[in-house]
């Protein structure tokens, strides 16, 4: 547990450590601030080492960070190189639990080389590693680094900007191209932020690489098409037709105001709900509507003919009118019609989207502010 807390402290330290602006001192005294411990051990000494050793400015030795680190009083002893091996110094079982391994494949290794065996193979899912996980190896590959100084070219390989305009691209242009020092860092964090949060509304990873390629590295953009792929959860939207009509009905009560769902069944010159003459009007156009989603749905499913002879009986010329005032009655007449014939189609999405509409077109009932109806 404590090599968890120590490796968030780091990954979420890690952006100041690029910058060199985070000390390693300013890492124990936040690992010891939420440990309540007072000592390092080996292990966890050598695991900051190998970050800063990773990421630290290229022209600031780990050395340098580690000037007036103190451990209990004692000074700590001269830095060890990335590929030191933990031999007993570390708990070989804990980092395997961590990150869900088979300890006998980590161990003897080197702190690098668990790590990248962990981002790579590991089953267990953490909120912090498993967003740092799909930023670093897969998801954040399409949000590729960007280095001050350089372009990016179509191959991935990097040149100088030939004349840059801002101060940290002049500066870096005029060096060999520094890799510790990532220009996007902070897009990349913020998906990485994203990924954690869709991870935790259980987005699955295909879901989540296409909303993240789909939106190009734009947060926002992601967001926007995660909430539409989280509506579609939620109304069971499984078929594209569904899909597709969830989308309008969206569509509409973003543009629509309630006057437009609910009409005006009082007055004969004001029209009712949705457009629609009066209520009966709507809810037939309703019944309509679920009635061919469905059968574009059963097309594809089953061909033309064989839809409808399925649904002939609840849903064929004028079959459909004595639903006209009661569109629930009707979903469940398509329901039962689908089981009597053995048909596999989930009418959830169509349960649901009734009910939103008449949630939607149902007038408010007027009440005296003492209470009672007008």
Not at 138 to 144: A, D, E, T
Not at 219 to 225: D, N, Q, S, T
Not at 257 to 266: A, E, L, M, N, T
Request: net charge negative; aromatic share 10%; charged share 35%.
């Amino acid at each position: 547990m404590a090599n968890k807390t120590l490796l968030r402290i780091l990954v979420s330290a890690r952006p100041g450590i690029q910058q060199g602006i985070v000390k390693m001192q300013d890492i124990v005294s936040e690992y010891f601030k939420q440990t309540g411990g007072k000592t390092i051990d080996p292990g966890e000494r050598t695991i900051i080492e190998n970050e800063f050793i990773e990421f630290a400015p290229s022209n600031v030795s780990v050395g340098d960070f580690a000037k007036g680190f103190l451990d209990e009083g004692e000074i700590v002893n001269k830095p060890s190189t990335p590929n030191v091996r933990f031999g007993a110094k570390v708990d070989y079982d804990k980092m395997a639990d961590m990150w869900g391994l088979n300890v006998e494949d980590i161990r003897g290794k080197s702190y690098d080389e668990i790590m990248e065996i962990g981002r790579a193979q590991g089953t267990k899912v953490d909120p912090m590693f498993e967003a740092e996980r799909l930023s670093e190896k897969g998801i954040g590959s399409m949000i590729p680094k960007e280095y001050y100084g350089y372009n990016r070219g179509e191959g991935g390989e990097f040149t100088k900007i030939p004349y840059p305009v801002y101060w940290d691209d002049i500066g870096a242009s005029q060096r060999p191209l520094d890799t510790s020092r990532i220009k996007n860092w902070s897009q990349r964090d913020d998906y990485a932020k994203f990924i954690r949060k869709m991870r935790g509304k259980d987005f699955e990873n295909p879901t989540i690489r296409k909303i993240v390629k789909d939106s190009g590295g734009d947060v926002a953009e992601g967001k926007r098409a995660a909430t539409t792929v989280a509506r579609a959860a939620e109304m069971v939207a499984d078929t594209k037709v569904k899909q597709a009509i969830l989308s309008d009905l969206d569509e509409m009560k973003l543009d629509k105001g309630p006057r437009w769902w609910k009409g005006d069944d009082r007055y004969r010159d004001i029209e009712g709900p949705m457009g629609a003459d009066d209520r009966a009007g709507m809810t037939k156009r309703l019944n309509d509507k679920v009635y061919y989603g469905v059968m574009e749905d059963l097309d594809n499913m089953l061909g033309e003919e064989k839809s409808y002879e399925v649904l002939k009986d609840v849903g064929g010329f004028g079959n459909r009118k004595k639903y006209d005032f009661d569109p629930d009655a009707f979903v469940k007449a398509i329901k039962e019609e689908l089981e009597m014939n053995d048909i596999k189609y989930d009418m959830t999405f169509w349960e649901n989207y009734v009910d939103e509409i008449m949630q939607l077109t149902t007038p408010e009932i007027p009440m005296f502010r003492s209470g009672g109806l007008v």
